[in-house]
């Protein structure tokens, strides 16, 4: 973990309200994984006080990084207007990852909206790998879904949109309802060799703990508190443990990666 400033040389727009910010001088973030985050703040004075968690959409050389962002508040709106050469405050890599791709079981990635971005860099290590996964995209509408092509190139995926306003293809299946209702079949053909992995909405999360319970399978949930500090000094991120010693975790240190099993998904 290191604070550092890094300078935007992209600022890539994918739908009115998402965008990848392309970062320069990230040498810090080489040893990041899959489910790892940043804290980043812009040169915005006092308005808004606190930083913004992102996870991390993938590093790259030369240390350079992405992050994936949908703009919702004042932050992050005005992350969206940044421009080329800005410099952002950083702090990072924070977190626990997912765990690595691994060629002894079958890894079903289930993101909701810009929950997709450690799914994605995790699908594209495992493309590295020779490993094969594959995602299950959901969101309420055609316009959330974001980096569709890209994700394409590296592994299988089932679409689904609440509202149908997807048309799927042979090449990229579509589906209208929930991404749950998409991954069900796939849980009632179980190899025995499956771990979810998922992160999005909280109710998408809670709905696909509960699904892989029901068939036997381990799920991994990554979760997003109301983060100030990122680094578990502020206990704003807490999350209530099932049976266990203490009461809470903390999403920036002992997550976001947690078994699904041990934490109530807030």
């Known amino acids: 973990m290191k604070e550092f400033v890094a300078n935007v040389f992209g600022n890539r727009v994918l739908s009115e309200t998402s965008f990848v910010l392309e970062l320069e001088g990230c040498e810090a973030l080489s040893s990041s994984e899959p489910g790892q985050f940043v804290m980043v703040r812009g040169d915005w ?11 991390i959409l993938r590093t790259k050389p030369n240390g350079r990084a992405e992050i994936l962002v949908k703009a919702m508040g004042k932050g992050t709106r005005l992350l969206q207007l940044t421009k080329i050469g800005a410099a952002l405050k950083i702090l990072g890599p924070l977190g ?14 289930v993101a909701g909206g810009v929950g997709v971005a450690p799914l994605l860099w995790h699908a594209e290590r495992a493309r590295a790998m020779g490993v094969e996964v594959h995602l299950f995209y959901g969101a309420r509408t055609k316009a959330d879904l974001v980096l569709l092509d890209e994700i394409e190139r590296v592994c299988s995926v089932s679409v689904s ?20 209702e998409a991954l069900t079949p796939r849980l009632k053909d179980l190899r025995g060799q499956e771990l979810i992995l998922t992160c999005g909405p909280n109710p998408m999360m809670r709905a696909v703990a509960e699904l892989g319970r029901a068939h036997g399978v381990r799920s991994l949930v990554s979760v997003e508190g109301e983060m100030a500090c990122g680094i578990g000094a ?17 999403a920036c240190c002992d997550g976001p990666v947690f078994e699904s099993e041990r934490i109530v998904i807030p």
Do not use: W
Not at 45 to 55: I, V, Y
Not at 161 to 180: H, I, M, N, W, Y
Not at 234 to 250: D, K, Q, S
């Open 161 to 180: 949109t609440e509202d149908g306003s997807l048309v799927g293809t042979q090449a990229l299946p579509a589906f209208k309802g929930r991404v749950t």
């Open 45 to 55: 004075g006092r308005d808004p006080l606190l930083p913004r968690a992102f996870s």
């Open 96 to 109: 626990r990852p997912f765990p690595a791709p691994d060629r002894t079981r079958m890894d079903l990635l």
């Open 234 to 250: 502020c206990l704003g991120c807490a999350i209530p443990l099932v049976n266990e010693a203490r009461p809470f975790a903390y």
